[in-house]
């Protein structure tokens, strides 16, 4: 007596199961074929790909907002004196006629600061360099690009 391939119980029937001809009862002959026809080719599972896909997008960050980068830092633009301050301020000094003391009494300078600046020993701090701009028509400051 054969026994079902499937379950071990009393075969009834051969039947292709997997491609082999096995005994098989009558409760397992279903998950063959019966004798005499073809071995089916095994149905093609489709894969399950993960719906979705999990390593995916990067939509997380708050790449959205950005403050504007135009806007400048509270630093203060420097005014720097310009090269050459010194020839510029005595050059424009004679051309009015004035002496040094003359100069550095309307501008409420020390004589020997404004000697100095001449000889461009000294900078003139920003105050001076305006009002040696304003009172000799010169230009001796200059905007310092930061950055
Ligand atoms: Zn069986």
């Known amino acids: ?3 079902c391939h499937v379950c ?18 009558g409760r397992c002959v279903k998950f063959g074929k019966a004798v005499g026809a073809k071995p089916a080719a095994r149905a093609a599972v489709p894969m399950a790909f993960p719906a979705g896909g ?9 790449g959205g907002f950005r403050s504007p980068v135009a806007r400048a830092p509270a630093r203060m633009r420097t005014m720097s004196v310009v090269d ?6 005595k ?21 020997k600061e404004l000697a100095k600046i001449e000889r461009e020993e000294l900078r003139p701090t920003e105050a001076v360099a305006k009002k040696l701009e304003r009172e000799l028509g010169i230009k001796l400051l200059g905007e310092e690009a930061d950055e």
Do not use: H, I
């Open 1 to 3: 007596m054969e026994y």
């Open 8 to 25: 071990g119980a009393p075969a009834e029937t051969e039947a292709f199961l997997e491609g082999a001809k096995v005994w098989v009862c």
């Open 54 to 62: 999990g390593a995916g997008g990067r939509f997380g960050g708050s």
């Open 84 to 89: 050459g301050f010194g020839a510029a301020v």
């Open 91 to 111: 050059g424009a000094r004679e051309a009015r006629k004035l002496s040094a003391g003359d100069l550095a009494k309307k501008l409420f300078v020390n004589e």
